[in-house]
């Protein structure tokens, strides 16, 4: 139980550390539509927050909850303690392109916080509420409903607050990423829990049998 939740936190926490680490690749040639690395270990959030059912709705929250928590204060530190540090240890060694991304993430301060946070608390308890919805689904049909939802809601969520009228992005670029976010996000959290499928399940508790 705790070793789902702790990779379910850790996803989160690597992802938002590499939301501004641009791939330099198109995902689909001649579109011009971007992805980050963060945006490739998301995907694994939204399946592995739904395998977290197995112990029960009440305990999902918890998990998000305290993610949300963790990762608002990873990139506070990051931006106010550690982070120049890292974006001149990148430079140092000519590493010019995580250099860069570390950069833009440090600076970006209060509009990454807040828009990781909300992108959390909003996109993952929608997850939570259609995977619990579609219960009496299979697995894979819970997965992918509740992800058509709720990676479109993080992916324009999350840009919008922390990236519109930036001058690294302009509004075709920032539309580019959402969309290369969303199918990114949806591919690899398909390939997930394909892969991964969930076994077994907890007692269910009232919480979790009342009608949504």
């Known amino acids: 139980m705790f070793r789902e939740a702790f990779l379910y936190m850790a996803a989160i926490l690597v992802a938002n550390l590499t939301a501004t680490l ?37 305990f999902v929250y918890k998990a998000i909850a305290v993610s949300a928590v963790l990762n608002l204060a990873m990139l506070v530190s990051f931006s106010h303690l550690w982070g120049g540090w890292v974006a001149g240890a990148f430079s140092e060694l000519g590493w010019v392109w995580l250099a860069g991304a570390a950069e833009m993430l440090k600076d970006n301060g209060w509009r990454v916080f807040l828009a990781s946070f909300l992108a959390i608390v909003i996109a993952e308890s929608t997850d ?24 479109p809601v993080d992916s324009v969520l999350f840009n919008l607050i922390a990236f519109a009228g930036s001058p690294f992005f302009p509004p075709v670029v920032l539309i580019k990423v959402i969309l290369g976010e969303i199918v990114a996000k949806f591919a690899v959290g398909a390939l997930y829990a394909l892969l991964h499928p969930r076994r077994g399940a907890a007692p269910a508790t009232p919480l979790d049998r009342a009608t949504p």
């Open 22 to 58: 641009f791939l330099p690749l198109e995902i689909v040639p001649g579109t011009g539509v971007l992805v980050s690395v963060g945006t490739l270990v998301f995907g694994i959030t939204f399946t592995q927050r739904d395998r977290l059912h197995a112990h029960g709705r009440r």
């Open 128 to 151: 939570t509420e259609v995977f619990h919805f579609y219960r009496r689904h299979s697995w894979l049909g819970r997965v992918f409903r509740s992800n058509a939802v709720s990676i």
